[in-house]
C-alpha cells in the first residue's frame, strides 16, 4: 500500500485546512497522525472501515475525518486551527493483517 497526501501549508489561528491522502491498496483503517518538533508522533484521527471514528481529545469539535471508499481517499477537515496543531502531519493506513503504512508527512503551520 502506497498513501499520497497532500493539502498542508501556512494558516493564520483561526484558519482552516482540509488534508487528503489516496492509497494505493486496499485498507482497512485510514488516519491521520501529527508529530510536532521535540515530540512524540501522535493520532489525530482513525476511520475504520464500518467502524467507530477516534478523534484525539485536542482536536475534538475542531477536525473532522472523513473517508471516500470508492477512491480509497481520506480526509481531515481542520477548523478553528491553533498554534498548537502546527506540526508535520502523517496519513496512515492499515490493511486487514494489522500492518500499518505511512505516507510521507504534510507540514501544517499556524502561525500569524
Known amino acids: 500500500v502506497q498513501l499520497q497526501a497532500s493539502g498542508g501549508g501556512l494558516v493564520q489561528p483561526g484558519g482552516s485546512l482540509r488534508l487528503s491522502c489516496t492509497a494505493s491498496?486496499?485498507?482497512?483503517?485510514m488516519g491521520w497522525y501529527r508529530q510536532a518538533p521535540g515530540k512524540q508522533r501522535e493520532l489525530v484521527a482513525t476511520m475504520p472501515r464500518g467502524g467507530t471514528i477516534n478523534y484525539a481529545e485536542s482536536v475534538k469539535g475542531r477536525f473532522t475525518i472523513s473517508r471516500d471508499i470508492r477512491s480509497n481517499t481520506v480526509y481531515l477537515q481542520m477548523n478553528s486551527l491553533e498554534p498548537e496543531d502546527t506540526a508535520v502531519y502523517y496519513c496512515?493506513?492499515?490493511?486487514?493483517?494489522?500492518?500499518?503504512?505511512w505516507g510521507q508527512g504534510t507540514q501544517v503551520t499556524v502561525s500569524s
Open positions: 491498496g486496499r485498507t482497512f483503517s
Open positions: 496512515n493506513a492499515r490493511d486487514t493483517t494489522g500492518i500499518n503504512y
